[in-house]
């Protein structure tokens, strides 16, 4: 069978099973990041924050639907006949989650702010070309990613502006 050949129709419970995987490895992504975030409500509450900084309480659930999305996303790629362009799409999928999950570490465990924006300066690009990647394959999933990309944005000009105000803190 060549590499191209579309795959063998997979079972229901097969399916569902993957759903799962990419569940668990999109939150487990959350909870690598979760690690280095246990001291951040403390350390988030000492930074001078921008009049538009939103409270504490809504990162949380707005990564946990962003996370869910993520995973969907993947899954309805990886669902699609295998080949070159979903090989890519996945594993840059998978590289934007190293990159997600190191951020928190950057920002919150080690307190180094350039580093932190560096990283989501590269995962803004991981994202934007895993989104356009998705959409090719699976527009449903690239648009899945557009919240994502959304938040990644709001959050990079959110770290500059913690970094840049907080000198001190985020060196």
């Given at each position: 069978?060549?590499?191209?050949?579309?795959p063998?129709?997979?079972?229901?419970?097969?399916?569902?099973?993957?759903?799962?995987?990419?569940?668990?490895l999109?939150?487990a992504?959350?909870?690598?990041?979760?690690?280095a975030?246990?001291?951040?409500p403390?350390f988030?509450?000492q930074?001078?924050?921008?009049s538009?900084?939103?409270?504490?309480?809504?990162?949380?659930?707005?990564?946990?639907?962003?996370?869910?999305?993520?995973?969907?996303?993947?899954?309805?790629?990886?669902?699609?006949?295998?080949?070159?362009?979903?090989?890519?799409?996945?594993?840059?999928?998978?590289?934007?989650?190293?990159?997600?999950g190191l951020?928190?570490?950057?920002?919150f465990?080690?307190?180094l702010?350039a580093?932190a924006?560096?990283?989501?300066a590269?995962?803004?690009?991981?994202?934007?070309a895993?989104l356009?990647g998705?959409?090719?394959?699976?527009?449903?999933?690239g648009?899945?990613?557009?919240?994502?990309?959304?938040?990644?944005?709001?959050a990079?000009?959110?770290?500059?502006?913690?970094?840049?105000?907080?000198?001190?803190?985020l060196?």
């Amino acid at each position: 069978m060549s590499r191209h050949a579309t795959p063998l129709p997979r079972s229901t419970a097969h399916t569902w099973l993957a759903l799962a995987g990419w569940l668990v490895l999109a939150f487990a992504t959350a909870a690598i990041g979760g690690v280095a975030s246990v001291q951040a409500p403390a350390f988030y509450a000492q930074l001078t924050q921008p009049s538009w900084s939103p409270p504490p309480g809504v990162f949380g659930p707005v990564w946990t639907v962003l996370y869910a999305m993520m995973a969907i996303a993947a899954w309805l790629v990886w669902r699609e006949p295998a080949g070159d362009a979903r090989r890519r799409a996945l594993t840059l999928f998978c590289v934007q989650l190293v990159l997600n999950g190191l951020w928190s570490w950057l920002f919150f465990a080690w307190h180094l702010g350039a580093w932190a924006l560096a990283d989501i300066a590269l995962l803004w690009l991981t994202v934007a070309a895993t989104l356009a990647g998705f959409w090719r394959i699976k527009p449903l999933a690239g648009a899945l990613l557009v919240p994502y990309l959304a938040w990644i944005s709001f959050a990079a000009a959110l770290n500059f502006t913690l970094w840049r105000m907080n000198p001190q803190l985020l060196g």
